[in-house]
């Protein structure tokens, strides 16, 4: 089976421990915030409030919800290595990503709707010192502030957790892919011994000569019978006087060659070994 490498995020970390965190915590903290939310839904009719923040109580209510729901999907997938459950945690992620960002900008726009002469007499709650308006008007900012902060840092922190587990659904399915990628056996060749014959490779191998013959680096002899000069005196190759002695078991010079020429070559009669004439 093939082996698929495993993707990290925050350069050394990964990614199935990132979604085991993040599935973690979208579990818990979902949870804990959709129970809360739910209970000041119950409570509605004792302490009633405006429509508009009853209907802005009911969606965080939801989303939570879905993301504790979807937390449990993704914290199992990681445990088992599911990729349909890291799939649906990664969709349930975008999803509450787009859900939270239309929230946060329908809050932080009523935030700044509100006028601020109300929200600043609502603070001092009946006193008229200048302090008191101060330190009224500097807490709205503040708090403006730390609203739209807040909203930004976890819609970046959102977004980059769909990522990792994003990357993780697709490892799990480059390990399915593995899985089914047929395996072909390599053969391996034997080990070829080499065995040095104490010839330069451009002669012939001695496994091939004539032991009738010599070799070519045998020393050249005289000719029999005083007929001539003898080849290292300058005789003619394949002259009337060269002769060599079979019967002596010399032979003419073997070719340097590791294999015989045609017998076809150029001025060889048919039929006669080119090699001769050496």
Known sequence: MLTVESR????????????????????????IVAAVGWISVS??????????????LYIHSSIFTLLG????????????????????????????????????VFTIYSVFKQAPDNAIAACMEGKTDDETRKICQTGMSLVKGAIVAIYVIAWLIELYAYFIVDRYSDQLEDEEMAKLAPVVPQSVNPPVTM????????????????SRRGTFMDPRTA???GRGKSYDEGGVVGA????????????RPQSEYAFALPSQAYGVQRGKDATNLA
């Not at 990290?8 to 949870?31: E, H, T, W």
């Not at 009719?45 to 209907?55: A, M, R």
């Open 195 to 210: 065995i040095y014959n104490g010839y330069p490779q451009r002669f012939s191998y001695s496994a091939y000569a004539d």
């Open 223 to 225: 000719p029999v019978h």
């Open 69 to 104: 729901v979807l937390g449990t999907f993704g914290f199992v997938g990681s445990l088992v290595r599911s990729r349909a459950m890291v799939t649906a945690f990664s969709v349930g992620i975008a999803i509450h990503l787009g859900l939270s960002i239309g929230s946060g």
């Open 8 to 31: 990290k995020f925050c350069c050394c970390l990964p990614v199935r421990l990132g979604v085991f965190i993040l599935s973690l915590l979208a579990m818990v903290g979902g949870s």
């Open 43 to 56: 409570q509605l009719k004792t302490y009633p409030v405006d429509i508009v923040d009853e209907i802005a």
């Open 240 to 251: 009337d006087n060269h002769h060599y002695d079979q019967s002596q078991g010399q032979g």
